[in-house]
């Protein structure tokens, strides 16, 4: 029983991680040992085993979160496709939906805020210490920058979120460069 999941948990983290541009020039033994790599099996892991057996699936989650200092809950909304970047200090508790190619960068919190949680789009890139919890919704191809509090908001498409002004809304520039691409492959290229 346990090899089924382990095979099906590797097949998912290597498909999740061809993606990856900086995966793609390591040798079998670096991929082996890279951290994105660890968390990511162990998160796929652990999503393999909500299915039938959740209290291995809380182990799982448990040694990821002491280890790794990242709290992806394994009943979470991730898309097939998703990109872990430095795997310290991640929070990923609920999202509603979710599209593919979202990069999470360290320190990212992704979560509820009271019952409502956020909507993000495809092709979204997260860069380190951003928050979005409750309403908030990012259109598809955005990049929310570093340290970014999103709560309650609504990012329109192709947006790039640079600061927060002083009535708290974010500060919106039209994206002119595709700055996901610095990290994974996306569909097409």
């Known amino acids: ?4 999941y382990k095979k099906e948990a590797q097949e998912k983290t290597d498909s999740i991680l061809r993606i990856r541009k900086d995966y793609q020039k390591k040798t079998e033994e670096q991929r082996l040992r890279f951290t994105p790599y660890i968390v990511t099996y162990m998160v796929e892991i652990a999503r393999t085993f909500c299915r039938e ?3 291995y699936a809380e182990l799982v989650m448990n040694s990821y979160k002491t280890k790794f200092n990242v709290d992806i809950n394994p009943y979470t909304n991730l898309p097939k496709r998703y990109g872990i970047g430095h795997t310290s200090g991640i929070v990923v508790g609920g999202i509603e ?29 997260l860069m380190p210490h951003c928050i979005v919890v409750g309403k908030t919704k990012i259109g598809d191809g955005s990049v929310i920058s570093a340290g970014i509090r999103l709560v309650n908001q609504e990012i329109p498409p192709q947006s790039l979120v640079v600061a927060v002004s002083q009535t708290g809304k974010p500060v919106i520039k039209e994206k002119k460069d595709n700055y996901l691409s610095e990290y994974i492959r996306v569909q097409g290229e």
């Open 1 to 4: 029983m346990i090899d089924k």
């Open 53 to 55: 057996n959740p209290i």
């Open 97 to 125: 939906e979710c599209g593919e190619n979202i990069f999470i960068n360290h320190g990212v919190t992704i979560g509820r805020f009271k019952r409502d949680q956020p909507m993000i789009g495809k092709n979204v890139l």
